[in-house]
């Protein structure tokens, strides 16, 4: 969808698209399994624990960083990354909203 197109839609509709878009990869999705599961994590752990080159999920870290997933702190040499607790609150309500919807409004063609 062009840029220009997002206008029409509201905040929630183009935050959870790009966040969709952004989890829509299982590489992310692993990357994002590895940092709950370890809480906190170096990249180059995370490289260990995935079956893709450092190079990759360096670029899947950027995407899921982006729509604010992940945040990442510089430590030394390397970069902390940790789930966005509060990115993962909001993605939680808006989806919970989309799903409350849909069982409130059940007249459906049958």
Same mark, same amino acid.
Not at 61 to 74: A, D, N, P, Q, Y
Not at 88 to 94: D, F, G, I, N, P
């Given at each position: 969808?062009?840029?220009?197109?997002? %206008?029409?839609?509201?905040?929630?509709?183009?935050?959870?698209?790009? /966040?969709?878009?952004?989890?829509?990869?299982?590489?992310?999705?692993? /990357?994002?399994?590895?940092? /709950? =599961?370890?809480?906190?994590? /170096?990249?180059?752990? @995370?490289? =260990? =624990?995935?079956?893709?080159?450092?190079?990759?999920?360096?670029?899947?870290?950027?995407?899921?960083?982006?729509?604010?997933?992940?945040?990442? %702190? @510089? %430590?030394?040499?390397? @970069?902390?990354?940790?789930?966005?607790? =509060?990115?993962?609150?909001?993605?939680?309500?808006?989806?919970?909203?989309?799903?409350?919807?849909?069982?409130?409004?059940?007249?459906?063609?049958?």
């Amino acid at each position: 969808m062009g840029l220009t197109k997002t %206008e029409f839609f509201t905040q929630e509709q183009n935050q959870l698209a790009a /966040i969709f878009k952004a989890l829509a990869h299982p590489a992310r999705i692993a /990357i994002l399994q590895v940092l /709950i =599961e370890k809480d906190t994590c /170096i990249c180059g752990d @995370i490289v =260990e =624990e995935l079956p893709l080159a450092q190079p990759t999920v360096s670029q899947h870290l950027k995407e899921l960083k982006s729509v604010g997933l992940v945040k990442g %702190e @510089i %430590e030394g040499t390397s @970069i902390c990354y940790c789930i966005n607790q =509060e990115t993962w609150s909001q993605v939680k309500h808006l989806v919970d909203d989309l799903f409350t919807a849909l069982s409130v409004n059940q007249k459906c063609c049958s």
